[in-house]
């Protein structure tokens, strides 16, 4: 199990993000490694520890999930939530904090923001997604991550040692 480094709890503090969306965050946090950033006192983002892109951009009140579009249209439907289009691909699903009061929605949405964290890792076999919105798996060996600085060593080699 993994615990919420002490950078994301401090990054959500100083945001000011609601209770609900922090208990969501520590919920991945310990189901998933992850890191964060503050950006410019606008949102915190998360990402898979080991590197990969963001998978979601926690705000004051509420979160917003990068998915495939298809998903992120079907959850939306589902859900009540509302989804920003960003491109065929990839489309993110906003939570907001006060939708989290039912079981049912705070499960989902860890449900939700777990998965965003697998497919934006590093280490993800999920290359392409189909109109159904399932990851299509290939059998593709995993990109080369440096030890040292946690990013991806295209050729083999890292461009920040020396």
């Known amino acids: 199990m993994a615990?919420?480094?002490?950078?994301?709890?401090?990054?959500?503090d100083q945001l000011g993000v609601a209770p609900a969306l922090r208990e969501l965050v520590t919920a991945a946090g310990a189901q998933r490694h992850l890191t964060s950033a503050l950006v410019a006192e606008d949102y915190v983002s998360l990402s898979p520890a080991a590197g990969g892109?963001?998978?979601?951009?926690?705000h004051r009140n509420l979160v917003s999930v990068a998915l495939p579009t298809p998903k992120a249209e079907q959850l939306g439907a589902e859900s009540g939530w509302t989804f920003a289009f960003d491109n065929a691909t990839?489309?993110?699903?906003?939570?907001?904090?006060?939708?989290?009061?039912?079981?049912?929605?705070?499960?989902?949405g860890l449900t939700v923001l777990v998965e965003a964290l697998d497919r934006r890792s590093l280490g993800?076999?999920?290359?392409?997604t189909p109109p159904s919105g399932e990851p299509t798996l290939v059998n593709a060996a995993s990109p080369a991550v440096c030890p040292i600085h946690y990013t991806q060593m295209l050729g083999g080699e890292c461009e920040l040692c020396d």
């Open 3 to 12: 615990t919420v480094p002490k950078s994301v709890v401090q990054h959500l």
């Open 53 to 58: 892109s963001i998978a979601a951009f926690v």
């Open 90 to 108: 990839t489309s993110h699903l906003r939570i907001p904090a006060a939708t989290l009061a039912s079981t049912e929605q705070r499960a989902l």
């Open 124 to 128: 993800s076999r999920h290359l392409a």
